[in-house]
């Protein structure tokens, strides 16, 4: 059964600081995604990560992805508040139809 | 810019009862999923639809539950009987190509059983 760790699951940040939110999956998988969750809205998808290697980034967010270690990475630049929200990894398991097992998230506050 | 539409956005049905969710891809995908968020908690595979069956399902898609593309446009999400444990935000997501680009998710809906 594939399953999706993620830490941390609660991250409180000042603003201008850096961290990173890791994510470990259990099995085989080339696909790994990241997605971003507003209070009481939708999945907003951030990275989509296909290969060992990956790195993409956007603003003050960079995501990695090393399919031998089973591990991606979600770093956060200089945060600022407006980053504030509940980030999850989603990973498609090989052989799926494309159905997402996703990680319990990280709820980051950034404070002023 | 194209979005995943879900109606409605806030449902409240009496145990037993039968509801139906409904959704509307962007429209040049072809897979088409049902996810689920009971509050506070991660996001759960349902059910994943291409070509107009079911292509996958977890454990939590029993018989109480179906899925139908009745036209061209809208993708159901159907519980017979429903438990106060189906509480639940319900998210529909369509893709372009099976797990090599991203799901788009829309918006939701809060479904509430009392």
């Known amino acids: 059964e594939l399953k999706v760790e993620q830490n941390p699951l609660f991250l409180s940040m000042q603003e201008g600081k850096n961290y990173t939110i890791y994510c470990n999956y259990s099995?085989?998988?080339?696909?790994l995604y990241w997605y971003r969750q507003d209070p009481g809205k939708s999945l907003e998808s951030l990275f989509v990560?296909?290969?060992?290697?990956a790195v993409k980034q956007e603003g003050r967010l960079m995501a990695s992805l090393d399919t031998k270690a089973r591990l991606s990475t979600l770093h956060i630049t200089a945060a600022v508040h407006d980053l504030s929200a509940t980030y999850f990894c989603?990973?498609?398991?090989?052989?799926?139809?494309?159905?997402?097992?996703f990680g319990k998230g990280t709820k980051l506050s950034v404070k002023p | 810019e194209p979005e995943v539409t879900q109606t409605p956005s806030h449902q409240v049905t009496q145990m037993g009862q039968e509801v139906i969710l409904r959704c509307v891809p962007i429209?040049?995908?072809?897979?088409f999923y049902w996810y689920r968020q009971i509050l506070g908690q991660k996001v759960e595979f349902l059910v994943s639809?291409?070509?107009?069956?079911?292509?996958?399902k977890s454990e939590i898609f029993d018989d109480q539950f179906s899925v139908e593309r009745p036209d061209g446009s809208n993708f159901t999400l159907k519980i017979r009987s429903t438990k106060l444990e189906d509480s639940a935000m319900y998210f529909c997501?369509?893709?372009?190509?099976?797990?090599?680009?991203?799901?788009?998710f829309g918006q939701g809906t809060r479904l509430t059983v009392v």
């Open positions: 997501a369509s893709s372009t190509n099976r797990g090599y680009t991203e799901a788009f």
């Open positions: 099995t085989t998988s080339d696909r």
């Open positions: 990560l296909l290969s060992n290697g």
């Open positions: 989603a990973v498609d398991a090989r052989g799926s139809q494309g159905n997402l097992i």
């Open positions: 429209s040049n995908h072809l897979y």
């Open positions: 639809f291409y070509n107009n069956e079911i292509s996958e």
